[in-house]
């Protein structure tokens, strides 16, 4: 067991942990968010027939090769609109009325638009000469045979889904939906609906922790609120430990006399990872391994739980879930107001990131406080502040750490 653990490190142990779960076959129209369980090949060229890729006529550009400036005139054989098969002959200085996404008949080989000649009782007269496969959508031009549409851990977007569609298919392999249970601490919580006394909180740690977990692909699952029993809250995750694939606790991580989940940890016999995290908020959480699962306790505080989670849970969670890309998003901003606040600890300041004309800008939230709910409402990034440090100046250029939880991922 690490005490104090880097944030990095504490990365790091909960990413080497986890393990890729199970896959699963779903409608394609259900699909959208899901993780691809494997690389995805096409068996078709897309499209598979030439076609016209506007509305015009189509020739053999041979028979316009003698053309400069002096009209020609093309005998219309017929008309084709999309969607019709045509076997239509090809003869010498010939044209063919089509649409539009109409398969381009055998002999012909190039388009011209309608706008830009003149059509007459059965004829088109042609003023120049035209190339080779213009305007012809050529058979695979989009997709061909054998190409990869997309990779293992890939998350389904509606393009994904229009390619996939566009190939026939119905049904798409991807990643299960973990479980993640999530299990509230303290016998000052009540749940939404329960009559709350003075000296106690609504339990908005689960609905802030589900929604990040819904957000990414994940089922969570609601364990309700536990006293601070060590024997209770053991037995409610060796009760539920088999069910899920994750349990995560808040409250009770910190080292007051009632922060009892360093304890139980040591009750189930757990395999201790981590205690407490060297950053601010977030110290107080800890992690363990218990029948091959994860436990990950963080602060009962709102800000805290909110910061550790997603700058430290939520990588392991990913690649849990299988996402290819598991990273830190990072990226660069100007600061639009002064930090002052000094610090021997490494800090993780809460910020709003905003996309500039020229430049991106960031500004940190006036309450930083761990128990404090409001600027989670609007907070999208954090400013990660390296300790030893004196604050940030306005104006400088900092590095900031896009949330999950917020709105740009």
């Not at 028979?63 to 045509?86: C, M, P, R, S």
């Not at 303290?186 to 609906?193: C, D, M, P, Q, T």
Request: hydrophobic share 40%; net charge negative; with cysteine.
């Amino acid at each position: 067991m690490i005490e104090n653990i880097e944030v990095e490190l504490a990365r790091k142990t909960l990413i080497d942990r986890v393990q890729l779960i199970g896959s699963e076959t779903i409608s394609l129209e259900e699909s959208l968010g899901r993780i691809l369980s494997k690389d995805f090949e096409s068996t078709l060229n897309v499209p598979d027939f030439r076609k016209s890729a506007l509305d015009g006529f189509a020739l053999n550009y041979k028979d316009t090769e003698d053309i400069d400036g002096v009209e020609k005139a093309f005998k219309i054989n017929n008309y084709i609109e999309a969607g019709n098969l045509d076997n239509s002959q090809y003869t010498k200085d010939s044209a063919i009325k089509i649409m539009t996404g109409a398969q381009v008949p055998e002999g012909y080989n190039t388009v011209i638009k309608k706008e830009i000649v003149r059509e007459d009782d059965g004829y088109v007269y042609i003023a120049d000469s035209l190339k080779e496969n213009a305007n012809v959508v050529s058979i695979g031009e989009d997709i061909k045979s054998g190409d990869r549409i997309a990779s293992r851990g890939e998350k389904i977007n509606p393009g994904i889904i229009g390619v996939l569609a566009s190939l026939g298919v119905e049904n798409i392999e991807v990643v299960k939906r973990p479980r993640i249970g999530i299990l509230n601490t303290g016998k000052e919580i009540v749940s939404l609906g329960e009559k709350k006394s003075i000296g106690q909180i609504f339990n908005s740690n689960y609905y802030t922790l589900a929604s990040i977990l819904r957000k990414i692909g994940c089922e969570p699952i609601n364990l309700g609120i536990a006293t601070d029993d060590i024997d209770e809250i053991s037995k409610i995750i060796d009760i539920n430990i088999d069910n899920v694939d994750m349990i995560i606790t808040t409250g009770g991580a910190s080292v007051g006399d009632y922060d009892f989940i360093f304890d139980v940890y040591k009750n189930l016999k757990a395999d201790i990872l981590f205690k407490r995290v060297d950053m601010k908020p977030g110290t107080p959480m800890l992690s363990a391994y218990y029948k091959d699962k994860l436990l990950i306790g963080l602060s009962g505080n709102p800000g805290a739980a909110f910061v550790s989670f997603d700058y430290i849970a939520i990588p392991a969670i990913k690649k849990l879930i299988g996402y290819r890309d598991i990273e830190i998003k990072r990226l660069k901003a100007v600061l639009k107001n002064d930090f002052n606040k000094k610090s021997k600890r490494r800090r993780l300041v809460r910020a709003l990131f905003e996309i500039g004309d020229e430049k991106n800008y960031v500004s940190i939230m006036k309450d930083q406080k761990s128990g404090t709910l409001q600027s989670m409402m609007v907070c999208n990034c954090l400013i990660d502040i390296k300790a030893p440090n004196s604050g940030l100046k306005k104006g400088e250029e900092v590095e900031i750490i896009l949330l999950e939880g917020g709105d740009l991922l």
